[in-house]
């Protein structure tokens, strides 16, 4: 391999660093820079579907390691005698029956996911996507003015509000749409803070993320060879120092301002994917 192609790897790694828990779509992004970049390692079409999910483990666990001690359900008490922490575990509870909609759908309808959105097909959707959630982003905005939030803290979200918020995740398996876009959209159409539903999306990512991980590589990666897990493994620990310094700042951001200009960015990079879709 030569330097501009593992320049090409740390571009990538950098994009979904970036871009995995801002609500403007992480693969719409790679689709679009993978266009103009064109990679020769992903000149493979099972690699480069397997490329754009596996590496998002890397972010995964930045987001871990940030939100540790609030997710962490166990604990010592003076004697040292481990303890279970209730509500931390009811909190894992409320994730896991969350991603339960968008798994099932994702396990059924992999196959069929991955022969329609695909090629020129794909980008299409990414680009449709973008435009439409952008919009809606100005529209939830306006939306919560007139709604203040009923939920302000993720304790306060009730088991079954978690599952209809999990529901919205399946609109993710269309690209372009972005996860952490349509959770945070769905739940604060259904009465969550925007800190409430920054946060929550964020903890649904870890499963949903992993689990989407896993299964690609349990699905393709008995065929890869050194070079391609190597450049696996680069991609990842670039996501993951990069979504580390991401998801600090958009957790601070959050505090100070709205989400309108994820929307107008969101359209405006649909209106440039459409401009490389008409000159390439």
Not at 59 to 83: D, H, M, N, S
Not at 257 to 262: E, M, N, S
Request: charged letters at 15%; aromatic letters at 16%.
């Amino acid at each position: 391999m030569n330097f501009f192609e593992f320049i090409k790897i740390i571009l990538l790694g950098m994009t979904e660093g970036i871009t995995e828990f801002l609500p403007i779509s992480s693969t719409g992004h790679l689709l679009l820079l993978e266009r103009i970049l064109k990679p020769d390692f992903l000149t493979d079409e099972n690699f480069s579907g397997l490329f754009t999910v596996v590496i998002q483990i890397g972010a995964v666990f930045a987001v871990l390691l940030i939100y540790f001690r609030q997710l962490w359900p166990f604990g010592l008490t003076e004697k040292k005698r481990l303890i279970i922490k209730g509500p931390k575990l009811y909190l894992w509870l409320k994730i896991a029956v969350a991603c339960i909609p968008s798994a099932l759908v994702g396990l059924l309808f992999d196959d069929a996911f991955d022969t329609f959105f695909h090629g020129r097909t794909s980008v299409i959707t990414v680009m449709i996507t973008l435009i439409l959630y952008g919009v809606v982003f100005l529209f939830i905005e306006r939306f919560r003015k007139d709604n203040p939030p009923r939920f302000t803290t993720v304790g306060s979200v009730p088991l079954k509000l978690a599952v209809y918020i999990g529901c919205f995740q399946i609109l993710a398996l269309i690209p372009g749409t972005s996860r952490a876009g349509i959770t945070i959209i769905g739940a604060m159409l259904l009465g969550a803070s925007r800190g409430v539903a920054t946060e929550f999306t964020f903890y649904l990512e870890i499963p949903t993320l992993f689990g989407a991980g896993i299964f690609k590589l349990l699905k393709y990666g008995y065929g890869l060879d050194g070079m391609q897990y190597a450049i696996l493994l680069t991609a990842m620990l670039v996501a993951f120092l990069v979504a580390f310094a991401t998801v600090n700042w958009i957790i601070d951001y959050i505090k100070k301002h709205d989400f309108r200009v994820f929307g107008f960015y969101r359209i405006a990079v649909g209106l440039l994917i459409l401009f490389v879709l008409l000159i390439t």
